[in-house]
């Protein structure tokens, strides 16, 4: 199983970014997927999750209005659209894939994870 995530990076308060997810070694179409981003010193914090055929969608509340998690059964990925990014947004965020019929919000009920890509927001 690989899971392997790209595109954070340093941006601008307000700006924009667009986090990819690319996933391997299980049945992609079957499973949830979500982005969670922990920062330094807090606990791991769920952000979006997506359902296998990505009608479904949940966001954290500090994520909703802001962020679109989507993806691509075809290609095994997902994405997750940024914008109006805050300071508070800085963190490792990290995709997570889970099997089942009910959409996990826990990190405890994702079994694949990516080793997260950094996104500072910084003036």
């Known amino acids: 199983v690989q899971v392997v995530e790209s595109g954070g990076g340093l941006v601008q308060p307000g700006g924009s970014l667009r986090l990819s997810c690319a996933a391997s070694?299980?049945?992609?179409?079957?499973?949830?997927m979500a982005w969670f981003r922990q920062a330094p010193g807090k606990e791991r914090e769920f952000v979006a999750a997506i359902g296998w055929s990505g009608i479904m969608t949940r966001y954290s509340d500090s994520a909703k209005g802001r962020f679109t998690i989507s993806r691509d059964n075809a290609k095994n990925m997902v994405f997750l659209q940024m914008n109006s990014l805050k300071l508070e947004d800085s963190a490792v965020y990290s995709c997570a894939g889970a099997p089942g019929i009910i959409m996990p919000v826990e990190f405890t009920g994702y079994y694949y994870w990516g080793q997260g890509t950094q996104v500072t927001v910084s003036s």
């Open positions: 070694g299980f049945t992609f179409r079957t499973h949830f």
